[in-house]
């Protein structure tokens, strides 16, 4: 493989799409399939070749990258794309998709594409630190065998941390976001009360600015609350996917404020604020209150 490899991208989501996107910019011939075609239209000018099916999409890849919505998506796609992997291709699968789907597909690829470098590459980050290529990448696997998909993770993210073997970095992926879910669900629980007694979210985030709290993460989310804008970075739907994964990968461990949180949000969703963004909760849990 040369220094640039070629790339095709299975599922132009959010994520994908801005993958995608970035790869172009920085001189890859990139290769894109989407169950919604039209999904990747917008990037044909800039030299995306789009694909009907995910066979046509990584018969000329040497690398592969999945970013679908679960994990019997990504199962499905990836055995119908099997046969048709160059030799000696990198497969890296980066959508979260927890554990048991991870150790089902890498007993998949040792058994039927040996020849196949199979990566486990969850992300941190959300559909604007993609599309500027800030996301940092969890990546876990034969890191030896994978050198060409060195390149490409600098062109889609800001970092990778490599976790050790494949299956490590979607375990470290539930971790992670079981943070970031109880970090959301505080938020708007903290909102609530600074309502109630008086203050906007411009004025909490007055009084964490600077200090040791003042996530980056919570700035944006208390913008989207204030603003009463919750225009998808994450949707609540995939968040509750997450949390029932984390649940699911720890079932020894002690977790009731993670298994309220897979309640409320299953209300929410269930409620129909499933494809606002995750900290849509907020307004949820106002409403409710009413």
Do not use: C
Not at 61 to 85: C, F, G, H, R, W
Not at 229 to 248: G, I, N, S
Request: hydrophobic letters at 45%.
């Amino acid at each position: 493989m040369n220094q640039r490899p070629s790339v095709a991208v299975l599922g132009l989501g959010m994520m994908g799409h801005a993958f995608a996107a970035n790869l172009l910019k920085n001189g890859f011939t990139t290769y894109g399939w989407n169950r919604t075609k039209a999904r990747g239209e917008d990037l044909k000018s800039a030299g995306m070749q789009l694909t009907d099916n995910p066979e046509e999409a990584v018969k000329q890849a040497d690398v592969v990258i999945t970013m679908l919505a679960d994990a019997a998506t990504t199962e499905n796609v990836l055995k119908q794309a099997l046969s048709s992997l160059k030799p000696g291709a990198i497969v890296t699968q980066m959508g979260t998709i927890g554990v048991e789907s991870t150790t089902t597909l890498l007993a998949t690829f040792r058994e039927l594409r040996p020849d196949v470098v199979f990566l486990d590459a969850p992300v941190s980050g959300t559909k604007t630190p993609a599309e500027n290529a800030q996301i940092v990448v969890l990546a876990s696997g034969d890191r030896e065998r994978a050198k060409a998909i060195e390149p490409v993770f600098a062109a889609i993210a800001k970092g990778t941390k490599w976790l050790g073997e494949a299956g490590a970095a979607s375990r470290m992926k539930l971790v992670v976001n079981a943070w970031l879910m109880s970090m959301v669900q505080g938020l708007s629980e903290s909102t609530q009360i600074a309502h109630e007694l008086g203050f906007t979210p411009e004025e909490f985030w007055s009084v964490l600015d600077g200090g040791p709290l003042a996530v980056p993460y919570v700035k944006g989310k208390l913008d989207m609350i204030g603003g009463g804008d919750y225009e998808p970075q994450m949707h609540l739907a995939w968040a509750l996917k997450d949390v029932k994964l984390a649940l699911a990968a720890a079932p020894n461990s002690q977790l009731p404020g993670l298994k309220l949180i897979s309640d409320v949000w299953q209300n929410a969703v269930d409620s129909g604020y499933g494809e606002k963004d995750l900290s849509v909760i907020y307004q949820y849990l106002m409403e409710k209150k009413q």
